[in-house]
């Protein structure tokens, strides 16, 4: 039974409910049915995004309309945030107008939270911060599952900007709470402190053919430039000094993926900075399942919104 009147983050569900978003997502995934529904009508979904985004709005917009509901999209550059008006008064003025659900996205953690408990209509996390990133957990599973057919005993290794990345903190979670293993790598200075608590199986290695060697999955991430704290801006984001150095240590090629299980996917959260993070030939390789990932994002938002709204 779903009984969340929110998404805002991984930490909250308990595994039924993973499952119940997942298998809610496979009946919105079958794509011999018809891509349109009357689930939602009636309903207004507004996306709310203060931090740019491709696929999370994208897919968030494709969802409600999907479902047959009204929805509407709202960036800072183009609202009153641009004239000083607060997060809590945006969203207030956008319930009065009878919006049913806020897709929110914003840099500050915690934003969503703080307005789920000041407005009265369903928030969805699209993404606060460093903090969590549910949605691209959940599609990030359900990519999984496709390919794997399961998530318990997994191997999964999560590579990349750790301390920076919502994406990591949402999957470390999730698949600790589905029982696979996770591995995080990344260099000494994207690897936060409490990196080891981040979900019950996770485990913290230094180098990324450690992280790799006989796993199932694959995470590559991108190194989070846009979050570095303002004392840090004149600074490289790493001890190596040209990402090409970087690229050579903490970047997937295919020799570094021979040590993976031979039948061993591949993932990212997009976007890709191809020949830093991820070779170009891996990214669009036979065990990439990249794009994937992306087309799951529309069901599994989809399934998101119907638990959220339909009760």
Not at 93 to 119: C, I, K, T, Y
Not at 214 to 238: F, H, N
Not at 283 to 290: E, F, K, N, T, Y
Request: a neutral charge.
């Amino acid at each position: 039974m779903w009984s969340h009147r929110h998404l805002l983050g991984i930490e909250e569900l308990s595994a039924s409910d993973i499952d119940a978003v997942l298998d809610r997502a496979d009946r919105w995934f079958d794509r011999s049915a018809e891509r349109k529904t009357t689930t939602l009508k009636g309903k207004t979904i507004i996306n709310v995004f203060f931090e740019a985004s491709t696929r999370t709005r994208t897919s968030f917009e494709a969802a409600g309309k999907r479902l047959g509901a009204d929805v509407v999209n709202v960036s800072s550059s183009g609202s009153s945030v641009s004239k000083g008006e607060t997060l809590l008064d945006t969203a207030k003025n956008l319930e009065a107008m009878r919006a049913d659900a806020l897709v929110v996205r914003h840099q500050s953690s915690g934003a969503p939270a703080f307005l789920a408990g000041r407005v009265d209509c369903a928030i969805v996390n699209a993404g606060d911060g460093a903090h969590e990133h549910p949605t691209q957990a959940l599609l990030d599973a359900f990519a999984i599952r496709k390919a794997k057919g399961r998530l318990e005993g997994l191997v999964v290794a999560i590579c990349g900007d750790i301390t920076r990345s919502r994406v990591a903190r949402s999957n470390a979670i999730l698949l600790g709470k589905m029982g696979a293993e996770v591995r995080l790598a990344g260099l000494r200075t994207m690897m936060p402190k409490e990196a080891e608590t981040l979900g019950s199986t996770t485990t913290v290695v230094s180098r990324l053919e450690d992280a790799i060697e006989g796993a199932d999955v694959v995470m590559m991430l991108r190194i989070q430039s846009e979050r570095l704290t303002p004392g840090e801006k004149g600074a490289p984001a790493s001890p190596m000094s040209t990402t090409r150095e970087y690229s050579r240590t903490f970047g997937l090629n295919a020799t570094k993926l021979r040590g993976a299980k031979p039948d061993a996917i591949v993932m990212h959260p997009g976007p890709i900075n191809r020949g830093v993070e991820l070779d170009p030939y891996v990214a669009d390789g036979d065990r990439s399942v990249i794009l994937d990932q992306v087309e799951a994002g529309v069901a599994v938002r989809m399934a998101v919104l119907d638990l959220l709204l339909s009760s």
